[in-house]
Nanobody
Framework: QVQLVESGGGSVQAGGSLRLSCVAS????????MGWFRQAPGKEREFVAS????????LYADSVKGRFTISRDNAKSTVSLQMNSLKPEDTAVYYC?????????????????????WGQGTQVTVSS
């Protein structure tokens, strides 16, 4: 059974940092792109960042570019999201996801329907 488990969420003041991690189990994900999304109260789940199968290509939402960094460790079946210079508008539940699609070696999907499996989410709260 496929399982994605996020950790690392919490509460932080504006300007602070958090590092989210997501561990995948149940199958080998080293050949597939992975990503992070977030959902704030009353809003749609939105794309944050994605990374291709070997970590050589990344894609970020404009709202987090320059502040967040996505990375992966295939040996540990883990994808991480380093979040710096956090803002109150970053407050949301953060979800990791894995895509089973293939669209080239540098494939970095950015839409929800491109992803097959999702974690349960971890809360990030940024206070001003």
């Amino acid at each position: 059974q496929v399982q994605l488990v996020e950790s690392g969420g919490g509460s932080v003041q504006a300007g602070g940092s958090l590092r989210l991690s997501c561990v995948a189990s149940g199958r080998t994900f080293s050949s597939f792109a992975m990503g992070w999304f977030r959902q704030a109260p009353g809003k749609e789940r939105e794309f944050v960042a994605s990374i291709n199968w070997n970590g050589g290509s990344t894609l970020y939402a404009d709202s987090v570019k320059g502040r967040f960094t996505i990375s992966r460790d295939n040996a540990k079946s883990t994808v991480s999201l380093q979040m710096n210079s956090l803002k109150p508008e970053d407050t949301a539940v953060y979800y990791c996801a894995v895509s089973l699609r293939y669209n080239g070696r540098d494939y970095t999907p950015s839409t929800r329907d491109e992803y097959a499996y999702w974690g349960q989410g971890t809360q990030v709260t940024v206070s001003s």
